[in-house]
């Protein structure tokens, strides 16, 4: 149950609602995380920030591979509302998140997502050395400042207790 409970349009602060109204115009959905954060205009927009990285990441990454960053960063911060989205974006896909199939670079994107949701400590000098190889060091501050705001959004959701949306509750594990 929510600690403190998501406002909508017509209770956020109005900064907060210019914030969901442009992010909605984008083709954005506003969900409980995103209500509650529109308490605060600052972090919401802080959180928002995760889409102009996406749209950094997206590219060099693919779309799927994206995806499991996001899936493995979320499974492993065990946070209900993420995993879930990224659950229902494979399933969607056609793909099993319980069986995923991946290729090396999949696998080392998988590997940073989860180091990261568990101890950024252990992103050592041989998994950079690996990203590396197949990243320029423009592309790794990118993946990683987005994994950072991945993670933000998991912390959030878990110490806030958001209720999972409706949308992705037959998409829970």
């Known amino acids: 149950m929510a600690r403190i409970a998501p406002v909508d349009e017509t209770s956020a602060p109005p900064a907060s609602r210019e914030l969901a109204a442009a992010h909605v115009a984008t083709g ?5 995380m ?4 529109a308490r605060s205009p600052v972090a919401l927009d802080a959180l ?3 889409y102009p990285l996406h749209d950094q990441v997206a590219p060099v990454l693919g779309e799927r591979r994206t995806w499991l960053f996001c899936h493995a960063i979320s499974t492993e911060s065990d946070c209900l509302i993420c995993s879930t989205f990224f659950r229902r974006l494979l ?7 319980a069986a995923l199939e991946l290729d090396g670079f999949d696998s080392l ?12 400590h252990s992103v050592d000098d041989a998994l ?9 060091q423009e592309q790794i501050v990118d993946l990683i400042a987005f994994g950072a705001i991945m ?12 209720d ?3 949308y992705l509750e037959r998409y829970a594990a």
Not at 34 to 37: I, Y
Not at 109 to 120: K, W
Not at 128 to 136: C, D, K, N, S, Y
Not at 151 to 162: L, Q
């Open 164 to 166: 999972l949306d409706d």
């Open 151 to 162: 993670v933000a959004t998991n912390v959030f959701n878990d110490a806030m207790g958001v």
């Open 34 to 37: 995103k209500w509650t954060l």
């Open 48 to 50: 928002l920030q995760w």
């Open 128 to 136: 950079h050395a690996a990203l590396a190889e197949r990243l320029t």
């Open 109 to 120: 994107i998988v590997d940073l997502g989860r180091r990261l949701a568990s101890d950024p």
């Open 28 to 32: 954005g959905r506003m969900t409980n």
């Open 91 to 97: 399933i969607d896909a056609g793909e099993d998140p």
